[in-house]
């Protein structure tokens, strides 16, 4: 085990792909964004330096680029930048990806990463703060990673390429520098599909994806000094969903609060409500609480942008109303 | 100034003011940035000054300006008040965009400076539109863009559409030879932007984009025939951002004789030299120069972090018209 | 790279394709008008543009991918694709290539190297650029074609695919099929357009360095000539190409909603356009590369006319079949629509 | 208003407003001769090729375009011809229409209507057949209006172009050329009211656009088996009329939402999610979601019908939902 940043453990869950199999490429090199850690980031380009194409500022242009790669023998990995940025390439993203195994009725695959740097990040304002899981969510062909920590992100990365299916990858800004425990002594692969119990408790399921982890598991401890045990499960990916363990959850708690950095809006926090509100009905004692974005635009400033992020201390009140 | 024919010793030193302001202004804007004061991504335009003050001399008060993420020295050549433009950086409630936009979203309505915006290539479009609805008028749009941006489908769709609908606009490339961190070899196969403009039938001129006075000459024209109703233009300004590409960027993608070299031909230097040359200002005019710049810089800054901040009722009021 | 170089068997399996897909179309729009519900929206046929997609498709090999758009059922068929499962997916049957999944917009068949047909205008090109890059990393010497209409001009995605094309030297040919033109200016001539505001299509290729070639889509020999030449230099590494097939739009060809004016191609017409409707006539005698082809090879004395004929029977006969294949065949489960969402 | 078809009904909002407003135009690819489904036909000979504009295919920066003339003054209308293909348009729909009032910090509006047509029908496969409305619902700074009558098409685009927000204003291709049921009295329509269309008693039944109309059957089919559904239009998408849903829900504690849509990340979730949290203590079964299932349309005519959900299959699940009881689960 070792200590390491986020970006860190995603460049070396990046490294063990493009070891692991050489029709993997990346196109563009930002990932794990501007915290990138030099050191590993230097090695990537040393040893696979063939493999990296770095594509003009042409989103739609690369992503199409990266499908036709993908239907042809190639694993690409793409990095968009800013969720904003993948809205200038939903053609290929939401229109061709998904829709070229399904249509082709299984003849083609298409094992594209797309890659975005999401959240709320710091006077990002509005276009650079954009996530838009959500409405991948709703664009059926696409599975979804939002790993939260460094162990997370390189497992799930490297499950992301051997998958045969377009992948949206999704990590935070705000995660990058956070530091985990990461075993390079094992191969550290995580199925998609498989939820993870971050933190065990009886009183009140946390649902949280991404960086509301993080904030979750401090909500939890300071719910843990008012005397309620919170329960945090982690989906880290949306599609597939690993419904049964957050059910499992509700089952045993009965009360939810589902914290997710999207707009509430038909957010991702909406999508998971939904889910445990129809399946798990008979579980709640409580209605299912959604700490998420507002339905504003992202703003610039730090106090404007503090009032619209979902924080720890938000997490902490909705558990308190449903636990009352 | 409807040519550079007629430009006269004292419309020199005004430019040359207006070049001076926006360098002190981007300056300060790096300091506060580094002591907290302003925050996100900000970039500045720091040895690209030339070009704005053209373009927006170019320009008569009812046309319409549109930026990119590096606008500060558009705006402030255009008129905008920099009191309410460094409030904004600065996220105030007394900023232009109530702290909402900050540096890339910059919208000074009242001098008709429509706005910035982080999508490279991205006003392109809304430059088409408000043409568009004032072509009747005899009013001129004129729209910023760099050198990554030609590569944008938006910018292909666009000049097709321009050209097809004659829109009275003039593209206004600042091409600075990167594309973020891109040099212009990687990102695209044309030698200046100003060639995709031929099968569409579009003018284009490429400049020295240092040189205040050349671009001023080929703007005048530009937008002389887009009043005239004649359509579209693209005037293509060489020129070079000192700075990296946001603040914080250590920019080593480039080779140190490149900036060095580029340095020597700071258009503020540039015009200094001539306004000396032509006995129109002195070391201590220079200097003056420079200091009333300095002054009305910490002016706004005052005026800025002295602003309060908008209230959260407020902001979520400001999500529909 | 003269077309003339094209032997006569190799001229004989070019009509028959042709005259396939002519025929196979003739079905399909006959489908589409007899029945309410097999082809209920719009749908885009091949008619009269089959000398461009057979001449191009003659100059791949069988490794190579080939990529098209909504009017995909002629390339499909030019590559080799049968039209017994090509109508089939256009009836949405489960022996079609997709089972009935795509329909006419999306027939793909990837064992022709048929990878996607995009409905989205544009969406293609940036998908066989890809192809292209594909081909490049691996180092294989196969080629990408992508055929799309002179509409994909005003999508930015072709600029954004092109750009990328050119600075990385991609193995991709650029099929431009114009449909717009005047029988007089198919050879050559300026494009016409309320929507596209440049005079020539191939200079916004040439703007950013790509090869460009204008090709006479309606004469197979000129198009097959020009591709396979074009085809060996972009296995050399030298491509990509942008070609401007020019052709002149088949009268029938309404839209997204085709009529057979007069019925089905009669084979009287060829010989003697005088015969057709008059809404034909000045179609078949300058336009029609079916006739065009017919007519000048048995001039040539290289076919009869009742080999041409014995051709022409041949096919109607395949498309016939191919038509009560496609009727006579299952319709999917409704629960099927579930699978094959993720591999 | 006389029974006009759904598409007469919107064309006459457009024309009519048009008239009122110098500022209104219309763009979009081949509008100035009618668009594909015949909604602007004629528009041109009234109002000439200045307010009536055809473009290129060129969807983004058709979208740019308007945005710039909004700010600029005017009071554009866009079509897009299939909803399909907003997908390239995302760029400027997000990234400006949607945000440049709230960046501006107000100094900008952007009156804009976005006309979308959408839904599953004619066999015309996954990419002209999808139905998008919870992506606009999601991006804050759009508003999304999807009526299901004829009457609410002239009155609701009516609204939506007056309105200073931008508004996505979806319609479908199912309901143009379909004339208003005896008997439907569209209520008072403006942007932000749901409205009931049919009152009843054991289960609330949201729904929009077309798949209003399958409701109404499916309400009409369970009323024969003496079950009473409440069957509400909720015609605007945002802003949302939760408080008119809420209100039904007391009275039933029954609801089901029916959308056309993928059920996963759908405005379905963002009902049951919404009640569920305001109005738990009243349900006495989960809000069923009734919509599409997690597939891209398909083009087969067999597999279309079973993606979309109709008049039988609502009933069927309405049906099941009454016999839901805490002990059994459903």
Redesign the interface.
């Known amino acids: 085990m070792r200590e390491m940043t986020y970006s860190e453990a995603m460049a070396i869950g990046i490294l063990e792909a493009l070891a692991e199999d050489e029709t993997v490429v990346l196109m563009g090199a930002g990932f794990g964004g501007l915290h990138g850690d030099p050191a590993v980031w230097g090695q990537l380009r040393e040893k696979f330096g063939d493999r990296i194409t770095n594509p003009p500022i042409a989103e739609l242009g690369y992503c199409g680029i990266a499908v036709g790669a993908a239907l042809t023998g190639l694993r690409p990995i793409v990095a968009i930048g800013t969720g904003?940025f993948s809205?200038?390439a939903?053609?290929q993203i939401?229109?061709e990806a998904?829709?070229a195994y399904?249509?082709s009725r299984g003849q083609v695959t298409c094992p594209v990463v797309f890659h975005m740097r999401a959240g709320i990040r710091g006077a990002g304002?509005?276009?650079h703060s954009?996530a838009p899981q959500?409405?991948y969510?709703?664009?059926?062909?696409l599975e979804i990673c939002v790993p939260g920590s460094p162990a997370d992100v390189r497992g799930l990365i490297k499950a992301a390429v051997r998958s045969d299916n377009p992948t949206i990858f999704i990590d935070h800004e705000r995660l990058h520098p956070l530091m985990g425990e990461v075993d390079e002594t094992s191969s550290g692969d995580i199925p998609l599909g498989v939820a993870d119990v971050k933190r065990e408790g009886s009183d009140v399921t946390i649902v949280a994806t991404s960086i509301m982890v993080h904030r979750a598991l401090e909500a939890a401890e300071s719910l843990a000094d008012q005397g309620v045990s919170a329960e945090v499960v982690d989906p880290r990916t949306l599609?597939p969903l690993d419904k049964d363990a957050i059910l499992r959850s509700v089952a045993k708690t009965g009360r939810v609060v589902v914290a997710d950095e999207?707009?509430k809006?038909?957010?991702?926090?909406?999508?998971i409500?939904?889910?445990i509100?129809?399946?798990g009905?008979?579980s709640?004692r409580?209605?299912?609480?959604?700490v998420a974005i507002p339905?504003?635009?992202i703003?610039?400033h730090q106090s404007e942008e503090d009032y619209v992020t979902p924080t720890a201390q938000r997490i902490v009140e909705a558990a308190q109303v449903i636990c009352s | 100034m409807s040519s550079t024919m007629d430009i006269t010793t004292e419309d020199k030193l005004d430019l040359l003011r207006r070049m001076v302001l926006i360098r002190a202004f981007e300056e300060r804007v790096i300091d506060l940035y580094h002591r907290g004061d302003i925050a996100g991504l900000v970039h500045v335009g720091i040895g690209q000054e030339a070009v704005a003050v053209a373009v927006a001399t170019s320009l008569l008060e009812g046309d319409?300006l549109?930026g990119t993420h590096r606008s500060h020295g558009h705006f402030i050549a255009r008129g905008a008040d920099i009191n309410k433009m460094m409030a904004e950086l600065a996220g105030r409630a007394n900023?232009?965009?109530?702290?909402?936009?900050g540096s890339m979203?910059l919208?000074?309505?009242?001098v008709k400076a429509?706005?910035a915006?982080?999508?490279v290539g991205?006003?392109?479009?809304?430059?088409?539109?408000?043409?568009?609805?004032?072509r009747?008028a005899g009013l001129v749009?004129a729209v910023y863009f760099g050198d990554g941006a030609a590569n944008t489908?938006?910018f292909h769709?666009?000049l097709?559409?321009a050209a097809?609908w004659k829109l009275p606009v003039v593209l206004v490339c600042e091409n600075n030879g990167y594309a973020e961190f891109t040099p212009m070899s990687e990102h695209t196969v044309v030698e200046r932007v100003s060639e995709h403009c031929k099968p569409y039938g579009i003018p284009a001129r490429t400049v020295d984009g240092n040189d205040l006075l050349e671009v001023l000459e080929a703007m005048s024209r530009a937008v002389e025939h887009a009043r005239n109703g004649e359509g579209p233009t693209m005037v293509e300004c060489l020129t070079y951002r000192l700075r990296g590409h946001y603040i914080g960027d250590p920019a080593q993608y480039r080779q140190a004789n490149e900036v060095a070299e580029w340095r020597e031909k700071d258009p503020i230097e540039r015009l200094t030299k001539q306004l000396k040359s032509e006995r129109a200002l002195d070391e201590d005019a220079a200097s003056t120069v420079k200091r009333e710049a300095d002054e009305r810089v910490e002016d706004a800054v005052r005026f800025a972090l002295g602003g309060e901040y908008?209230s959260m009722d407020a902001m979520t009021a400001?999500?529909?018209? | 790279m003269a077309g003339s170089e094209l032997s006569v068997d190799t001229l004989k399996s070019a009509l028959h394709r042709m005259m396939l897909i002519r025929r196979a179309e003739e079905q399909v729009i006959d489908l589409a008008t007899s029945f309410d519900?097999?082809?209920?929206?719009?749908y885009h046929v091949y008619i009269g543009q089959e000398a461009s997609g057979v001449g191009a498709c003659m100059a791949l090999g069988p490794d190579d991918y080939m990529f098209t758009t909504h009017r995909n059922h002629g390339h499909v068929i030019a590559r080799g694709g049968e039209p017994s499962p090509v109508i089939a997916e256009i009836i949405?049957?489960t022996t079609g290539y997709n089972k009935?999944?795509?329909?006419?917009?999306?027939v793909i068949a990837k064992h022709l190297g048929v990878l996607q047909t995009?409905?989205?205008?544009?969406?293609c090109v940036p998908m066989a650029a890809g192809a292209a890059f594909s081909i490049k990393k691996r180092g294989t010497d196969q080629v990408s074609l992508v055929f799309f209409g002179d509409?994909?001009l005003?999508?930015?995605?072709f600029h954004e695919a092109l750009n990328m094309s050119s600075l990385w030297k991609l193995p991709l040919i650029m099929m431009c099929e114009n449909n717009s033109v005047l029988p007089e200016g198919r050879r050559q001539g300026e494009y016409p357009s309320?929507?596209?505001a440049a005079t020539q299509l191939a200079d916004v290729a040439k703007a950013m360095n790509v090869e460009t070639h204008v090709v006479d889509g309606g004469d197979v020999r000129e198009v097959a000539g020009l591709l396979t030449e074009l085809a060996h230099r972009t296995r050399a590494g030298e491509g990509p190409f942008f070609i401007e097939s020019r052709m002149t739009r088949w009268p029938g060809n309404r839209g997204s909603f085709p009529e057979l004016i007069g019925g089905p191609h009669q084979m009287d017409w060829t010989w003697d356009p005088g015969t057709a409707d008059a809404r034909l006539q000045d179609w078949l005698t300058n336009s029609d590369p079916v006739s065009l082809l017919c007519r000048s090879l048995v001039e040539e004395g290289a076919m009869t006319r009742e080999e041409v004929e014995e051709i022409d029977a041949a096919t109607r006969k395949e498309a016939e079949e191919a038509r009560e294949f496609a009727l006579s065949s299952p319709?999917?489960s409704?629960?099927?629509?579930?699978d094959y969402?993720f591999a | 208003m006389a029974n006009l078809r759904f598409v007469d009904a919107l064309r006459e909002g457009i024309a009519e407003e048009m008239r009122a407003d110098p500022r209104v135009m219309i763009l979009g690819e081949d509008v100035a001769v009618g668009g594909a489904f015949g909604v602007t036909r004629g528009l041109v000979d009234e109002f000439g090729h200045?307010r009536v504009?055809?473009?290129?295919?060129?969807e983004?920066?058709?979208?740019?375009?308007?945005?710039?003339?909004?700010?600029?003054?005017?009071r554009?209308i866009v079509e897009i011809m299939f909803v399909?293909?907003i997908?390239?348009a995302?760029?400027?729909?997000?990234?400006?229409a949607?945000?440049?009032?709230?960046?501006?910090?107000?100094?900008?509006?952007?009156?804009m209507v976005i006309r979308v047509q959408q839904g599953a029908?004619?066999?015309?496969?996954?990419?002209?057949s999808q139905s998008?409305e919870?992506?606009f619902?999601?991006?804050?700074?759009l508003?999304a209006v999807a009526p299901g009558s004829a009457a609410d098409a002239n009155r609701l685009i009516r609204a939506s172009i007056r309105?200073?927000?931008p508004v996505v204003f979806i319609e479908h291709r199912g309901l143009y050329f379909r004339h208003d049921p005896d008997g439907l009295e569209p209520g008072e329509s403006v942007l932000g009211k749901a409205h009931i269309v049919r009152e009843g008693s054991d289960i609330t039944l949201v729904s929009y656009s077309r798949m209003l109309t399958e409701c109404l059957e499916a309400a009409e089919d369970l009323a024969g088996k003496g079950i009473s559904v409440e069957v509400i239009d909720l015609r605007s998408l945002?802003p949302?009329d939760i408080d008119t849903v809420i209100e039904s829900v007391r009275k039933t504690n029954r609801l089901a939402v029916a959308h056309e849509?993928?059920v996963?990340?759908?405005?379905?979730?963002?009902i049951?999610?919404r009640v569920?949290?305001?109005a738990?203590d009243y349900?006495d079964?989960?809000?069923?979601?009734i919509g599409a299932?997690?597939?891209?349309p398909?083009?087969?005519?067999?597999?279309e019908?079973?993606?979309v959900p109709d008049r039988a299959g609502i009933a069927a699940r309405l049906h099941r939902m009454l016999s839901y009881s805490?002990e059994e689960?459903?």
Not at chain 4, 264 to 270: K, P, R, S, T, V
Request: one cysteine or more.
């Open positions: 904003s809205f200038e939903f053609p939401a229109n998904p829709q399904y249509g304002a509005l276009q954009t959500a409405m969510w709703n664009t059926p062909g599609v999207t707009q809006s038909c957010g991702v926090a909406s999508e409500a939904a889910t509100a129809e399946e009905f008979d709640l409580a209605p299912i609480k959604r339905n504003v635009p703003p610039y | 319409y549109y900023g232009y965009c109530e702290g909402l936009g979203h919208v000074a309505a009242e429509m706005g915006t982080g999508i991205g006003t392109i479009p809304l430059a088409l539109g408000t043409a568009l609805a004032h009747d749009v489908g938006g769709e666009s097709n559409i097809l908008l400001r999500v529909f018209g | 519900d097999l082809i209920r929206g719009h949405g049957r009935g999944r795509g329909g006419t917009f999306h995009s409905a989205i205008v544009g969406g509409g994909v005003e999508e930015g995605a309320s929507s596209f319709t999917p409704p629960e099927s629509a579930m969402i | 200045g504009i055809n473009t290129p295919i060129s983004d920066t058709i979208m740019g375009i308007a945005v710039g003339a909004a700010v600029a003054g005017k554009p399909d293909f997908t390239l995302m760029n400027q729909l997000v990234n400006h949607a945000k440049v009032h709230f960046m501006s910090g107000g100094q900008l509006a952007v009156p029908q004619g066999g015309w496969g996954s990419q002209h998008l919870a992506w619902a999601h991006v804050p700074g508003k309105d200073d927000s945002v949302l849509a993928v996963q990340g759908g405005l379905g979730a963002e049951a999610a569920q949290e305001m738990m349900l079964a989960p809000v069923l979601r299932p997690y597939t891209p398909p083009a087969s005519p067999k597999l019908r079973a993606f805490k689960g459903s």
